[in-house]
C-alpha cells in the first residue's frame, strides 16, 4: 500500500504531529496530487489557533501546488501527470443565490482547503478538480505556491481598491509582496507600510520598487487612492482612513482581524469607504495566473521542509522574513517503518 506523509492538528492550540498513513482514493470530482510545495499562509495561523472555525483535525494548507497522481471517475479538465495548484476554495455549493449570481466566493455553504477539508501540509492530497488551476509551465512549485493565496487574494484586493495609481499596503509580508510587483507593473505608485521601526522590511519593499516605505504609525507623502491592508490588526484601519484621499477605499484583505477601534466620521466623510475582501471565485484564478504568466511577478520565498512546518509557521507569525514561507514535502516510499526522509534544505530563495 502507497503512504503519505501528513502534518495534522488535532485542536486549535495543539502541535502539529507528524504522521504517515494510507494514501487516500479521489472521489468522482476529485485528484489525488502529489504536492511539490505548499505555502503557509498567515490564515493557516488562524486555523492552528482556533480564530476561524476549522474542523479539527486537520491539514492545513491551502496554497498547493503539484503533479495529478490520479483522478475520479467524473474529473474532465485535468489528466494523471498534469501540474496544478490547489487554491483556498475548495468547493461552492452552485446554488446559492451568491453562487447564482456570479459571486460563489460569498457562498453560504463552501469548503475551504486546509480549513474544512484537508489540505496540503503532506506528501499527497485530495482536491475537488473543479476548483483547481493550471500553472503557468514557466513558474516553478515553490514560487508558485504562494501566488495560490497570497498572490490571489491580493489580485481580488487590487481590483476592489479601484483605479487610483497611489497604492498603500499595510503588512508588507506574502501579499503585499506580490501585489507591490503587480501594481508597479500596472503603473501605479506603491506605498509599503511595516511595522514601526522595520527597516529591514522597508528596504525589502523598496528593493522591490515601491515609491516609499515607512512604518504604519506615518502618514505617506501623498495621500492614498487605496489601502490595502493585510496584517490582522484592527489598529490599521482607522490609521489607513487618515491616509486616503477623497473617495479613497481602504480594503481589509485578511480573513480575521482585531477589533476596529472607533474613530471620528469626519475621517469617513468625503465618500472615503471600507470594505473586506472574501476568499476567491475560479475567475479571479483564471484572471490571476493569465496575467502572472504573461508578468515579471517573481516571489521571494523561504522553504522548509515538511516537516518543519512549526518552525514555519513561527517564523510567519514573529514576522522574520520577507515574501513568502513554503513547505517541500520530500519523497516517502514504502510503509511506514521504512520511512528515512532527507529533506530538503532551508534556505531563502528569489525566483520562478
Ligand atoms: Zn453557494
Ligand atoms: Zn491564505
Known amino acids: 500500500m502507497q503512504h503519505r506523509r501528513v502534518m495534522r492538528l488535532a485542536r486549535p492550540g495543539a502541535r502539529l504531529e507528524s504522521v504517515v ?3 487516500p482514493v479521489p472521489g468522482r470530482h476529485q485528484l489525488l496530487v502529489e504536492v511539490g510545495a505548499c505555502g503557509v499562509c498567515r490564515t493557516d495561523l488562524h486555523v492552528c489557533d482556533g480564530d476561524i472555525p476549522a474542523h479539527y483535525p486537520i491539514i492545513p494548507g491551502h496554497e498547493i501546488v503539484g503533479r495529478v497522481t490520479a483522478i475520479g471517475s467524473d474529473v474532465t479538465n485535468f489528466l494523471p501527470g498534469d501540474r496544478v495548484g490547489v487554491p483556498w476554495l475548495g468547493g461552492t455549493c452552485g446554488r446559492c443565490a451568491f453562487c447564482r449570481s ?3 466566493n460569498l457562498c453560504d455553504a463552501p469548503v475551504f482547503t486546509g480549513c474544512t477539508v484537508d489540505g496540503g501540509y503532506a506528501t499527497h492530497a485530495l482536491a475537488d478538480a473543479r476548483y483547481c488551476f493550471a500553472i503557468p509551465p514557466e513558474i516553478d512549485d515553490v514560487s508558485a505556491a504562494p501566488l495560490l493565496c497570497a498572490g490571489l487574494i491580493g489580485w481580488r484586493a487590487l481590483r476592489l481598491a479601484g483605479e487610483g495609481k497611489r ?3 499595510y503588512g508588507f509580508g506574502a501579499a503585499a509582496h506580490l501585489l507591490a510587483q503587480v501594481a508597479i507593473g500596472q503603473a501605479r505608485d ?3 507600510f511595516t511595522r514601526p521601526g522595520d527597516d529591514r522590511g522597508q528596504s525589502f519593499a523598496r528593493s522591490l520598487g515601491c515609491a516609499w516605505a515607512g512604518g504604519s504609525d506615518e502618514m505617506p507623502p501623498a495621500l492614498l487612492d487605496a489601502a490595502l491592508i493585510f496584517a490582522p490588526v484592527g489598529a490599521l484601519v482607522p490609521l489607513a482612513l487618515k491616509a486616503v484621499t477623497k473617495g479613497g477605499r481602504v480594503v481589509c ?9 472607533s474613530f471620528p466620521y469626519a475621517d469617513l466623510w468625503g465618500e472615503r469607504s471600507i470594505l473586506s475582501v472574501a476568499n476567491l471565485t475560479r475567475e479571479d484564478g483564471v484572471g490571476f495566473f493569465q496575467a502572472v504568466g504573461q508578468s515579471k511577478v517573481r516571489a521571494v520565498t523561504h522553504v522548509f521542509p515538511l516537516e518543519e512546518a512549526e518552525a514555519a509557521i513561527a517564523s510567519l507569525r ?5 515574501g513568502a514561507v513554503v513547505l517541500v514535502p520530500s519523497p516517502l516510499a514504502g510503509p511506514a517503518s521504512d520511512v528515512e526522509t532527507t529533506v530538503p534544505s532551508r534556505g531563502a530563495r528569489v525566483g520562478a
Do not use: F, K, N, S
Open 21 to 23: 498513513e494510507a494514501i
Open 102 to 104: 456570479g459571486r460563489e
Open 167 to 169: 497604492i498603500g499596503l
Open 190 to 192: 506603491v506605498y509599503a
Open 253 to 261: 484583505a485578511g480573513i480575521h482581524m482585531t477589533d476596529i477601534p
Open 318 to 322: 514573529e514576522g522574520r522574513v520577507d
